[in-house]
């Protein structure tokens, strides 16, 4: 158990460091920072001295250790466009993506794992061919179409509903169901092949052929064993959620971190936009040792190597 949490931490590590160094130099690419900063009449002495202020008049490699260095010391650099530091703007940000996040993912679990169920007790039935067309067609829409559409029935015709902001219950309605839709049709069909395949296997048989009663067989010996793969699936989800909000974030003008990356890049503020890059990466990478830890909790049969 320790060697493989070495292992992963490690892996871990590296991709954080790929990450970084890969939007680094993206972002070095994309023009001097300094003119975004200065005034377009202040004189070249004056961006000079910002210059040498921001420590970009020194080597790449060394501006990248020297952003290594402060980062782990939670420093993430000063916004180009709005002079505060990084790590405030996302921290004061983050507590709305997680909470859309959050209440996403519950409400896709909330609607995935039953209709999967259902669905895979019901094979070959017409509540089996609906549920399945409708989770392709969740599954095929393009996330930015389903907010739009929600938008336009329960905001625009019904109102409902707000469009936009935050405030309340009510405003985290819509961005939340266009989070969970997607997902919530991956899931079902995840877990209604899941289901199938264990309602398949010899042991589901035997536990049946002893007499069992079909919610035993069902709860114990069939709906755990199913979980194994949708619990990984679940966490990918979920971790996508968390760093990858960032349409639905702005379809809705929702405050949260996703919606002010969008905002840096347009305005090429390159610090913020790389904090927020290395806080997906970081949120994608735990999540994932997360789930791999569950499948023990879940399995013992199940190893880690």
Do not use: C
């Not at 070249?44 to 980062?71: C, I, M, N, S, W």
Request: net charge positive; charged share 15%; aromatic share 8%.
């Amino acid at each position: 158990m320790s060697r493989y949490l070495v292992k992963r931490l490690f892996m871990a590590v590296l991709v954080l460091f790929g990450v970084s160094f890969a939007t680094f130099i993206v972002g070095h690419l994309t023009g001097d920072p300094v003119a975004l900063m200065a005034p377009e009449n202040a004189p070249q002495e004056a961006k000079d001295e910002l210059r040498r202020h921001l420590g970009l008049d020194r080597p790449l490699l060394t501006q990248y250790a020297l952003f290594v260095g402060r980062a782990l010391q939670g420093d993430l650099g000063h916004s180009y466009v709005q002079g505060t530091s990084v790590a405030g703007l996302i921290a004061e940000r983050l507590p709305a993506t997680l909470q859309l996040a959050v209440a996403g993912f519950l409400l896709s679990l909330a609607i995935a794992i039953p209709l999967g169920i259902v669905i895979a007790l019901k094979r070959n039935t017409i509540w089996d061919v609906v549920v399945t067309a409708l989770a392709m067609i969740g599954q095929s829409a393009p996330g930015f179409w389903i907010g739009l559409m929600l938008i336009a029935v329960f905001a625009v015709e019904l109102r409902l509903l707000p469009v936009s902001g935050s405030g309340g219950f009510a405003y985290l309605i819509l961005p939340a169901v266009t989070l969970a839709l997607q997902s919530a049709a991956r899931l079902t069909r995840l877990v209604r092949a899941s289901m199938l395949e264990v309602l398949g296997a010899d042991y589901v048989r035997t536990a049946r052929s002893k007499g069992l009663r079909e919610r035993v067989v069902l709860l114990v010996h069939t709906f755990r064993n199913a979980m194994i793969p949708v619990v990984t699936m679940a966490g990918l989800e979920f971790a996508e959620l968390v760093s990858g909000a960032f349409i639905t974030e702005t379809i809705f003008a929702w405050p949260g971190v996703g919606r002010l990356a969008v905002t840096a890049v347009y305005q090429r503020d390159f610090p913020l936009v790389q904090g927020v890059v290395l806080l997906a990466a970081f949120a994608f990478v735990a999540i994932n040792l997360l789930v791999d830890l569950l499948y023990v909790a879940i399995d013992p049969r199940v190893k880690l190597a």
